[in-house]
């Protein structure tokens, strides 16, 4: 049901330090940020070999953690987000975060395991393109 990594989602509250930060640690500049204009809310850097997705969100647009220290969510590609939400709370998952479009192509839910660790799930055309086959 998992397919593969689709993107690491770390959480700051000044993002554009941590925007930074990683910049000067990766030694790359990210390819996506949101919004175009302002203080960006989102940031993504695409590394390694296979271009994996390491994400920077505002704190503040991390629903899934309503009120609570969290870590990393790393989000895995599935090819049907709502099945594979459906699959994970029938085995005792709390669903989170709910399916949630982010773009033609993108969507997102959390899930929590019986054993409180936070599992992303995403659909991710760019992870699925390079995994065809």
């Known amino acids: 049901m998992l397919r593969g990594l689709a993107t690491v989602t770390l959480l700051a509250a000044d993002v554009p330090a941590a925007v930074r930060w990683y910049a000067g640690v990766l030694d790359a ?27 920077v ?17 790393v989000h895995w590609h599935v090819d049907d987000l709502p099945a594979a939400v459906a699959r994970m709370e029938s085995a005792g998952a709390a669903v989170v975060q709910p399916p949630t479009v982010r ?19 995403m659909t991710n055309p760019h992870w699925a393109a390079a995994h065809r086959g």
């Open 29 to 55: 500049e990210p390819y996506f940020t949101r919004p175009l204009e302002g203080p960006p809310a989102y940031v993504e850097f695409r590394i390694g070999d296979d271009e994996d997705e390491l994400g």
């Open 57 to 73: 969100m505002d704190v503040r647009y991390a629903t899934w953690t309503a009120g609570q220290p969290a870590g990393v969510v």
């Open 103 to 121: 773009g033609e192509g993108w969507a997102t839910a959390v899930v929590a395991d019986p054993f409180g660790n936070l599992l992303g799930l």
